[in-house]
Nanobody, 116 residues
């Protein structure tokens, strides 16, 4: 079983920064992909950024140049550095972990609110 816990959300003014953390624990031999998704009220969940075990990253067009994803494989932890935040970035942010054993696990999310 794999547990995923997000942290680091909060209230920030437009133009500010936040750093989210995602920690995976449990029976994990390897993690293929760690990804951050977000869901705003009334909208579908969307991919924000992902990072593979080898370090290859992928970003949504809306966050390119502002957000940066990284991971610490030794700690089974991923980070999302969010800069130049906009009100439209307001959402629940969820971490997804896909292990080498085929487990797909989600955290409960952390709320990010950006005020104008």
């Amino acid at each position: 079983q794999v547990q995923v816990v997000e942290s680091g959300g909060g209230l920030v003014q437009a133009g500010g920064s936040l750093r989210l953390s995602c920690a995976a624990s449990g029976t994990i031999f390897s993690i293929d992909v760690m990804g951050w998704y977000r869901q705003a009220p009334g909208k579908q969940r969307e991919l924000v950024a992902s990072i593979r075990s080898g370090g290859r990253t992928n970003y949504a067009d809306s966050v390119k140049g502002r957000f940066s994803i990284s991971r610490d494989n030794a700690k089974n932890t991923a980070y999302l550095q969010m800069n130049s935040l906009k009100p439209e970035d307001t959402a629940g942010y969820y971490c997804n972990v896909m292990t080498g054993g085929g487990v797909n696990a989600w955290g409960k999310g952390t709320l990010v609110t950006v005020s104008s």
